[in-house]
T-cell receptor
């Protein structure tokens, strides 16, 4: 079974703090994603990585950065947390290009989420 | 831009059938996914369509019409445990990125 784990289920931080959210997957997936989920807005892509040390901005990258030093680990960084970054953060992984990454093989597997509250 | 629309909420009775519609306008199309998400949990895969037509999997079926930019998820013989949010997601590129709709909250009543 694919397993995607996130470092915390709940996190409370103060405005201005630097926040690290960690995600680890054990299926040797090339692709990893960070989303935030807010009521009425659905899942919105923050950043995407298709290989080690590679990253691409998603739809809402402002205020966030990412790091992917190893294939299995993808970190989301809030350089200076703000109250409007209070949200549920979901990490996901999937196969990349090639045969395994086509069609159903491109299914994304999600971690349990981190509910971040910034006070 | 990308646009994926689905109803916000639907209510149905246990044992009934519910159809959740999803319409999309995206710059490309490489398949459409449906995910189920229970409150406080991660989304889990339900179905994938890339060709027109109906895919059936037990009590759940998913339909796609690419020419109309339209899909639906059909839930039959509803059970209380089917109360969840259902997410429609389109893969618009070949990299594997998904564009999600806002989700449809299905409430199953006794």
């Amino acid at each position: 079974d694919v397993k995607v784990t996130q470092s915390s289920r709940y996190l409370v931080k103060r405005t201005g703090e630097k926040v690290f959210l960690e995600c680890v997957q054990d299926m040797d997936h090339e692709n990893m994603f960070w989303y935030r989920q807010d009521p009425g807005l659905g899942l919105r892509l923050i950043y995407f990585s298709y290989d080690v040390k590679m990253k691409e901005k998603g739809d809402i990258p402002e205020g966030y950065s990412v790091s992917r030093e190893k294939k299995e680990r993808f970190s989301l960084i809030l350089e200076s947390a703000s109250t409007n970054q209070t949200s549920m953060y979901l990490c996901a992984s999937s196969f990349g290009g090639g045969t395994s990454g086509q069609g159903r093989g491109s299914e994304q597997f999600f971690g349990p989420g981190t509910r971040l509250t910034v006070l | 831009g990308q646009n994926i629309d689905q109803p916000t909420e639907m209510t149905a009775t246990e044992g009934a059938i519910v159809q959740i519609n999803c319409t999309y306008q995206t710059s490309g199309f490489n398949g459409l996914f449906w995910y189920q998400q229970h409150a406080g949990e991660a989304p889990t895969f339900l179905s994938y369509n890339v060709l027109d037509g109906l895919e059936e999997k037990g009590r759940f079926s998913s339909f796609l019409s690419r020419s109309k930019g339209y899909s639906y998820l059909l839930l039959k013989e509803l059970q209380m445990k089917d109360s969840a949010s259902y997410l429609c997601a389109v893969m618009a590129d070949s990299w594997g990125k998904l564009q999600f709709g806002a989700g449809t909250q299905v409430v199953v009543t006794p």
